[in-house]
């Protein structure tokens, strides 16, 4: 199997690698009633295979409600041109109870099989911080982590780094006492000594579902905090304008690029960060989904809740996801400053026809969209995260957000499981159509629905992987 481990030195370089076969995805039974493990599975979606769009294997964590969120590699390109490095391992950190799984996915690719579990206790006492989300791999040969909090739940965005081989904890990244008020997500760029990161909300305030008057009471995230790679520092803090929780972060994947974007899920828009002149950061808006004004829901407007964004390795292309309003959005962002909509697509949401919401009034769509149905399956939930195949053409999509708020938002998903879906993407003039072929029905998993989420190629992907 063609892994990116060959270290191609360039995101077109790696366009070029093979077709995915491969997809690896944490499923969370945290919060859905049925008491087991979370746990990795794998997916075949190679068309040619007699299991394509199925779960080929499941491996479940030793211990109950974990809530396995995001993964990452013990190394990536940005690593390219050691040998002695080989992306064998995936870093599965949990956001509630904070333990991070070592994952060996090379021994046996279709069945991987857990290498070390670091346990909560350790990076408490090292770190002092819990509540983990983000991996990324380092040219160091570390792998670093972000966490949303500290032991008690209280907000503190700091950096907890791993040595590669052992997976031993190392201490934090940022210096003693500099951690950010909050946390999330986070992308470097070591060519213009930075990296930026996100924020969602303290542990204690998001942990058990949604309450609007948080936000009133300023309790979600607001910022971008800018960082002295080098120095391991911050340096900058940005606020952004209509920006309420910033939460997935890219820098364009040239590592020249001095700008990219962030998507604010609660504020519903696509900023773009960029360097200026003077060495300083600077933040503008750059893609605004209006809010609906609804009847039978939560609150009187529903924003769209944009919860992923991706890059095309080339740079040519945004994606997002609006959770709540059920479409997936391409943009043409030849011009960064001004993305153009070439492709969208409703795959759910929570304002189909026939369902509790009426849309009182909508500032983009005539009428409200149907639901969606793939092989006889009425899709639960919206589009949620989403992943790119290296040559930009296929779009794979799953439903669940983060198990508290799937069973806030979408009770029906806790009851019928979360699916994975395939878009075919047109490259060429922008466009995205629903594969009708392929469909993972987590509903139907052998202990009961299950909630998937982030995936992850073998080889690496456009979420993964940081060139320098």
Known sequence: MWEMRTWLPFPLEAMKGPREELVYLPCIYRNTGTEAPDYLATVDVNPKSPQYSQVIHRLPMPNLKDELHHSGWNTCSSCFGDSTKSRTKLVLPSLISSRVYVVDVATEPRAPKLHKVVEPKEIHAKCDLSYLHTSHCLASGEVMISALGDPKGNGKGGFVLLDGETFEVKGTWEQPGGAAPMGYDFWYQPRHNVMISTEWAAPNVLRDGFNPADVEAGLY??????????????????????????????????????????????????????????????????????????????????????????????????????????????????????????????????????????????????????????????????????????????????????SAWDKQFYPDLIREGSVMLQIDVDTVRGGLKLNPNFLVDFGKEPLGPALAHELRYPGGDCSSDIWL
Not at 262 to 280: D, E, H, M, P, W
Not at 292 to 320: A, C
Not at 327 to 351: A, E, H, M, N
């Open 221 to 402: 995230g607001q910022h971008l905090h800018v960082w002295d790679w080098q120095r391991h520092e911050k340096v900058q803090t940005l606020t952004l304008q209509d920006g309420l929780i910033p939460l997935e972060i890219r820098f364009l994947h040239n590592p020249a690029a001095d700008q990219g974007f962030v998507g604010c899920a609660l504020g519903s828009n696509i900023q773009r960060f960029y360097k200026n002149q003077g060495g300083t950061w600077s933040v503008e808006k750059v893609i605004q989904v209006p809010p609906k004004k609804v009847k039978g829901w939560i609150l009187p407007e529903m924003p769209s809740l944009i919860t992923d964004i991706l890059l095309s390795l080339d740079d040519r292309f945004l994606y997002f996801s609006n959770w709540l309003h059920g479409d997936l959005r391409q943009y043409d962002i030849s011009d960064p400053k001004r993305p153009r909509l070439v492709g969208q697509i409703f795959l759910g949401g929570s304002i189909v026809k026939g369902g509790p919401v009426q849309v009182l009034e909508d500032q983009e769509l005539k009428c409200q969209p149907e639901p969606l149905v793939v092989k006889g399956k009425r899709v639960a939930g919206g589009p949620q995260m989403i992943q790119l195949s290296l040559d930009g053409t296929r779009l794979y999509v799953t439903t669940s957000l983060y």
